[in-house]
Nanobody, 115 residues
């Protein structure tokens, strides 16, 4: 059973922008913390950004000032606006509660940033 569905990834040049979206069930999005994670080849999955139901945010140092996370609690949607993208942002991006729930991982959306 699909719990979340991420979309919006693609191929972009360095310095470009993408907006990721995540749709899911109400029970998943009722969590206080929702977040975006990413996993690059050979690396562990890491938390990129987190947002509370009230809209308070946290960002990993590597994306601070470039990415913006937001959520729509009514529509059960999560977003990640990514600006000034760098090749090192290349990864599969996932949404989940924070801390994550293993059963809620979706297929992710691939983001590839060319030099």
């Amino acid at each position: 059973q699909v719990q979340v569905m991420e979309s919006g990834g693609g191929l972009v040049q360095s310095g470009g922008s993408l907006r990721l979206s995540c749709a899911g069930s109400f029970d998943i999005f009722s969590a206080y913390y929702m977040g975006w994670f990413r996993q690059a080849p050979g690396n562990e999955r890491e938390l990129v950004a987190r947002v509370t139901r009230a809209g308070d945010t946290y960002y990993a140092d590597s994306v601070k000032g470039r990415f913006a996370i937001s959520r729509d609690n009514v529509q059960s949607m999560l977003y990640l606006q990514m600006n000034s993208l760098k090749p090192e942002d290349t990864a599969v991006y996932y949404c989940n509660q924070v801390p994550y729930v293993a059963e809620y991982w979706g297929q992710g959306t691939q983001v590839t940033v060319s030099p």
